[in-house]
């Protein structure tokens, strides 16, 4: 990512990212000594608890996180250097690099779990409000959720239009991007490796922004007995971090204050999203669903900035719809859903690669709606949202229909028997069987009896 | 519920499977356009889910709600019930439109920790 020639754009003395304050909602922090100097932990809040006190009770458990904002924290504002003796190496001991080392972070608690289990999108939406009342720069978003809503939307607005960068996990092991990452106005970033190769796991999709390092990633770490450590991790929590550190290069390279004189602060993260996107390195082999590629942090902050910008960029977040269009619960809300959808977490990169076209979704949609494709938009504006909630949350559920919008394979005998032209016709869906089963799947599910009459043809 | 008690609820469990992490329902979204739109959405909430329900305004849009249960102990909604009363608060006069928040939880397969200080997060 070419972080240490970025380095070397700041004068000696002078700390990359100094001046930088970078919000970060989280499981909270830990005086880790790789973090700790550079916490502003007076200006945080626990939402969890609802109090100030953000510190990570390293609860553990069944998709807890305990230790997860101390890891993701230190990949963005670790100092340079060793903080401790980590590892017993002697001269050489572990230590963690920030992306950002002169920065300062805001931790900010919103659950003990990056997954968001047992309640937390509120919780984010008010950490990000809080984030942006105490005038970060930065908000880095290393958790998730798999289906929209407008409060949530509506903090990341309220965000940008004070000139924050808002970045996300584009999430792993599952076939979206999850939200807020999937929103425009927030910077969603997949997960490359090492070998400048993509992350197996890493979600994908039309709404990644960016890639970054996001397997094996050296970063702070809390043992199971609360000491300690420097280890390595893995997932798109990290990768988001390592863009949210540039961001903070590039503010602290610039100057926020004279961005802001020069553009207005709102205008901010719509000229760093599109420097970022506009320097990227190719990735190795990658298929679409990473964005523009691999970030440059050296060429971002090397990269002129724009003239004119108060005419020519819009700024999504004040556009006057109501709901984007993959919230709506439309066509576009299932193409994001399953515009990748490779079985979790069995993925290949065969299976990732492949991309569902309109037609196909539109006409497993109608039929299991019981409608004609000229009147489903009618219906999807009617139950369209919960039906991608229910398929959205439920893995078994996800999984039976986006099996409905592979390709069929030709079996053998039919391949043999059938002409050329004849077999490339076949190719196209598979049977409507599994749109069966999935409309069987609802009329048993929790499912509101709006969404039951239209699945079953009596409404 | 609450994120406390639902983590509680978590940790008892022996398999951590994603399959029982389940979407959690937190409250509503609701708009109410124009001058007075708190008190009908209000008048709104109190008709479609009864009392004991919160209204104030969130972001810097005034005609935007959140609607939250006052005691954070209070019992949930599932996720039909919430679909259903979304649809009831749709109808309702005065309002331009509501929506569920849940939170879903999507990320990490089975086994997403590894050994030692590999996570997967």
Redo the contacts between chains.
Sequence with gaps: MKVPEAWKRFAAGREPGEGGVVGHPDTGYTRHPEITSRLLTDKGFDF??NDSDARDEL???????PG?GT?TSSVIVSPQGAQTNFGNLGANPLAVWGVAPGAKLIPVRV?????????????L?RAI?HAADKNVHVISI?M????P???LL??V??AQ?RGVIVLAAA????GFV?WPAAYDEVIAVAASNARNKTWL?SSRGGAVDVTAPGE?VWCA?V?DNGGF???????T?FAVATVAGVAALWLSHHGRAKLAKRYGAEKIPVIFNQILRDNCDPLAGAGPGFGRGLVNADRVLAAPLPDGVRALVPTPAFALR?LPAIDAGGLATFRHLFESPAA??RRTRAAAAATVSDAVLRARLAELLGVTEEELPARLREVG??LA??L??D??LYNAFAATLAPKRPRAAEKKAAPKRVATRAAVTTAPAGVESVRGALLTK??????KAKVSGVG | ???????A?????DQ?D???????F??F?V?ALGRGGKTRARQAVTRVLGAGWTVRT????ES?F?V?RRERKGATL???RA??K??ALRAQPGLT?A????????????G?RAE??????
């Design positions: 969890v608890n609860k553990r458990g069944f998709l807890l996180f997860h890891g659950s003990t779990s990056v997954v968001l289990v047992g309640g937390g999108v509120l919780n939406a409000e290393s998730g959720t798999g289906f809503n407008s409060r509506k903090a607005q309220y239009k999430g792993n092991y599952v999850v796991h094996s770490g043992e450590s420097v280890g390595r991790g893995s997932g929590s109501e979790q977490p949202q919960e909630f229910h959205a949350s893995p078994d929790d499912t509101s009896a709006a969404l | 519920m609450p994120p406390a008690e639902a983590n609820m978590n940790e008892q469990r951590p994603l399959k029982d992490a389940r979407p959690v937190e409250g979204v708009k969130f972001g810097d849009d935007d959140e939250t599932t996720a039909r679909w259903e979304t649809y439109y929506e569920p928040i849940f939170t879903v939880p999507v990320s990490g397969p089975p997403f030692g200080l590999e996570q997967t997060v």
